[in-house]
């Protein structure tokens, strides 16, 4: 049993009966009132992600994880099937569970398979991807110093938005966990 004071980001626990990992977690006391954790978690069940709010104290099954590398292959239809790196058989996993994450899928691209009880439950993609920019409006000279941004077009349909001094061809790294521009690549 773990308790809210074990509480940190990534920690994977079950509350009723559903299965939740910890994205952003904040200890609250206020004067004479007791500790609250409040907690923000997604379901590995369904993909949501819900706010939450525990008492100090309070107690939790923590559920064993384990992480096996998969690879990208292909879609089909609203599934997207990944190739187990250990056993090389094709594991299909539902495109709707991925959420936004979904957009940043590339053939060959590694993830890692998270497993609660051997069954698999979510996938982890990498905290940043290499894309490159296929479309997005010119930008003019002398603007490389300023905090302007525009809107980018990538190669997976993404649309996030950078500074104006990214062109058309240009690769950028694209954090994944909030879909922002990270810092344009060099080759």
């Known amino acids: 049993m773990i308790s809210t004071s074990d509480f940190h980001n990534g920690l994977v626990f079950e509350d009723e009966g559903q299965f939740w990992q910890i994205l952003h977690y904040q200890h609250h006391r206020k004067s004479q009132a007791a500790a609250v954790y409040r907690v923000t978690v997604r379901s590995l ?18 559920v064993p994880v384990t992480k096996r590398e998969k690879q990208y292959s292909y879609d089909e239809g609203d599934m997207a099937v990944f190739i187990d790196m250990e056993t090389y058989e ?51 000279k002398g603007d490389s110093v300023s905090n302007m ?16 001094f990214i062109k ?15 810092e344009r690549v060099k080759e």
């Open 90 to 140: 094709q594991v299909s996993f539902p495109k709707s569970k991925l959420g936004p994450q979904a957009r940043f899928l590339r053939e060959n691209m590694q993830v890692l398979g998270v497993y609660i009880d051997e069954k698999l439950t979510d996938i982890e993609l990498p905290a940043n991807v290499v894309l490159t920019v296929v479309s997005t409006v010119p930008g003019v």
């Open 149 to 164: 941004v525009k809107p980018a077009t990538l190669d997976t349909g993404l649309e996030v938005q950078v500074p104006l």
């Open 168 to 182: 058309e061809g240009d690769k950028i790294r694209v954090d994944t966990r909030n879909c922002e521009y990270v």
């Open 45 to 62: 069940t369904s993909g949501s992600i819900a706010e939450k709010s525990y008492s100090s104290g309070s107690k939790f099954r923590e």
